[in-house]
């Protein structure tokens, strides 16, 4: 079955940057949009950002925009969100979803601490 994991979170100082990578199995990534989304405890789950099949535009969250970059690597069958200039309210749990199969990674942690 589809299946994603996700990896690359951790601590970093304000301001730092991080590379979030998912990796899919039982599917490719070209077939499919996909999303990151974020959520903090306390707090809704929210939209980070979308890559479309092809073609289509990439949409991101207000919060996260001119910081974030999401971007698929077809070879690797890998789907990455690049974080930089980090701030505290970024801190949460970063999932990413295949929006054809309905599939969720179970999440890597994003904290941003000084």
């Known amino acids: 079955q589809a299946q994603l994991v996700e990896s690359g979170g951790g601590v970093v100082q304000p301001g730092g940057s991080l590379r979030l990578s998912c990796a899919a199995s039982?599917?490719?990534?070209?077939?499919?949009?996909m999303s990151w989304y974020r959520q903090a405890p306390g707090k809704e789950r929210e939209l980070v950002a979308v890559?479309?099949?092809?073609?289509?535009?990439?949409n991101y969250a207000d919060s996260v925009k001119g910081r974030f970059t999401i971007s698929r690597d077809n070879a690797k069958n890998t789907v990455y969100l690049q974080m930089n200039s980090l701030k505290p309210d970024d801190t949460a749990v970063y999932s990413c979803?295949?929006?054809?199969?309905?599939?969720w990674g179970p999440g890597t942690q994003v904290t941003v601490s000084s």
């Open positions: 979803y295949a929006v054809r199969f309905g599939t």
């Open positions: 039982g599917f490719t990534v070209s077939s499919s949009a």
């Open positions: 890559i479309p099949i092809r073609g289509g535009s990439i």
